[in-house]
């Protein structure tokens, strides 16, 4: 047991440009760039407000981020892969991943807080 998902014998590019990557996929190429650049301005939210909307937009980046790899590295749930997108962080996790977390998760709580139901 170790790093068997790093497998560098896999064909995988960091980097496709987007024209390429859309040729085949343009749903994806969409999804993918409206992702990374919600997760951005909602960076851009949780910097111009308190330091509690930072935390909550770090804790979704990482633990949607430690979900995604703790369940690539089980043997017994090894068995799903991403699409290869534009941004490639590893062989099988693209950079949009990360950012579908930080939008799902930092709009949830704090929605929740602009409701009144926490905080």
Avoid at 69 to 85: E, G, K, R, S, T
Avoid at 92 to 118: D, E
């Amino acid at each position: 047991m170790g790093w068997e998902w790093y497998d560098t014998s896999v064909p995988w590019k960091p980097y496709t440009p987007p024209s390429v990557k859309f040729e085949t996929e343009p749903t994806l190429v969409v999804c993918e760039f409206l992702f990374i650049s919600l997760s951005f301005l909602l960076l851009l939210h949780a910097l111009a407000h308190d330091r509690q909307h930072l935390f909550v937009w770090v804790g979704s980046l990482v633990s949607g981020t430690a979900n995604d790899i703790f369940f690539m590295v089980l043997p017994f749930v090894d068995n799903f892969f991403h699409a290869q997108c534009c941004f490639m962080i590893t062989p099988r996790l693209p950079l949009y991943i990360p950012c579908a977390y930080v939008c799902f998760m930092y709009v949830a709580v704090v929605a929740g807080w602009r409701w009144g139901w926490g905080k």
